[in-house]
């Protein structure tokens, strides 16, 4: 039995490793297909800016002649120069149940490092922070977001196998309403106070499109918002309209919330989304012809019970001021009126202790886990 690695150079190949996990996962019910055009742009020069400061190496693993596995490696330059740092980050990284295929993808990821002069090695991660990040080590038997990516649970042991470390977690909840108990009298009354003192207020919107004169200002927000976060990289402005046209299609103008100052500028923002993660398992990875149609009618149905969170920021002048608790208390009105079973929170940095601490104030139940790994690469 032979494995051999191959560098990906051509669209054809490039559409190879896209379209790997479909294979993979197929069947998986908790498995949610990325689109393959969007994933094919990820990697596009000409289509993703991120890659003006960064470079990539893509792998593929073939076992006795047939594809076993992939993994991106990759040099972020913007990483690197924010965080003083010589590392190659890995993500997009899947392998058979064979720990020999995912030893030869790893240690070509390592051995590009080595020929960079790279000190260390982390991942699953990607460009930013909007892109999927933490590999899954618990809730295997629960339905992903559409923001991450599923693993089966031997990726975890194969590359603490390989050598690498924990170095991070991210940790996921599910947030149920108060339905029955009403929203904390607490909650309330320090809403109310902040109301009478502050002029900071919940901007309202009647149509989607007075949403996309903000959106831009919303990702420059997250930029200064997350600056602190492990492992964030700044954003340049060609990144900000690449995510604005990527992302303003599927924004819910009932579920993002929006706090301005007294001069009507955002300061801070939450966004959530009734849950697309079956409408892209019936799309399979492809828009055309019917799967616009499946993601499209998983966002309006009235059956859909599920909500995901995706995004929140505060401008750091602001923070302390009571804006996480109006946008908190503004959008589960709106999750309340629409009647959904539970919210979604996606990845959270374990070391968040400030976002964790606003779901204090309702039931929960943390579902899910994911690590970000460390290794350090020796030189010889």
């Not at 990483?79 to 980050?89: F, G, P, S």
């Not at 902040?194 to 989607?208: A, D, E, G, N, Y």
């Not at 300061?267 to 828009?287: M, R």
């Amino acid at each position: 039995m032979s494995i051999d690695i191959k560098v990906v150079e051509t669209k054809k190949e490039l559409k190879t490793f896209v379209k790997f996990p479909h294979k993979l996962y197929k069947g998986n019910p908790y498995w949610v297909p990325q689109l393959i055009a969007e994933d094919m742009e990820i990697f596009n020069k000409e289509k993703n800016p991120a890659l003006e400061t960064a470079e990539i190496k893509l792998f593929l693993a073939y076992k006795d002649g047939k594809l076993a596995g992939r993994v991106a490696a990759i040099l972020s330059h913007a990483a690197n120069k924010k965080y003083n740092t010589k590392n190659l980050r890995f993500g997009w990284f899947d392998s058979i149940e064979d720990y020999e295929v995912a030893e030869a993808l790893l240690r070509s990821v390592e051995t590009w490092g080595k020929e960079l002069g790279m000190e260390s090695m982390t991942g699953p991660h990607g460009f930013t922070d909007l892109d999927p990040e933490g590999m899954l080590i618990e809730g295997y038997d629960q339905l992903p977001t559409i923001a991450v990516y599923y693993n089966y649970p031997y990726y975890p042991e194969y590359v603490s196998k390989y050598g690498f470390e924990k170095e991070i977690d991210w940790i996921e909840f599910k947030g149920f309403p108060p339905y029955d108990t009403g929203m904390p009298e607490k909650l309330l009354r320090i809403a109310e106070k902040l109301k009478k003192r502050s002029s900071l207020h919940i901007l309202k919107f009647k149509k989607k499109s007075e949403i996309k004169p903000l959106i831009g200002k919303l990702f420059h927000l997250i930029d200064e918002a997350f600056d602190e976060i492990y492992g964030s990289v700044p954003i340049t402005e060609k990144q900000v309209r690449y995510y604005v046209t990527k992302y303003f299609p599927m924004v819910n103008k009932d579920l993002l919330k929006v706090v301005a100052n007294k001069e009507g500028e955002p300061v801070g923002f939450i966004l959530a989304l009734p849950s697309l993660s079956k409408g892209f398992q019936k799309a399979k990875g492809k828009l055309l012809p019917f799967g616009w149609f499946h993601i499209l009618r998983a966002a309006a149905r009235k059956d859909n019970k599920i909500v995901d969170l995706y995004l929140a920021g505060i401008l750091k002048k602001y923070r302390g001021m009571g804006a996480d608790l109006m946008l908190l208390l503004a959008l589960a009105e709106s999750i309340m009126e629409r009647k959904f079973d539970w919210v979604e929170s996606n990845p959270e940095l374990e070391t968040n202790t400030k976002i964790h601490g606003q779901w204090k104030h309702f039931r929960t139940e943390n579902h899910k886990r994911r690590r970000l790994f460390r290794k350090k690469i020796e030189i010889k």
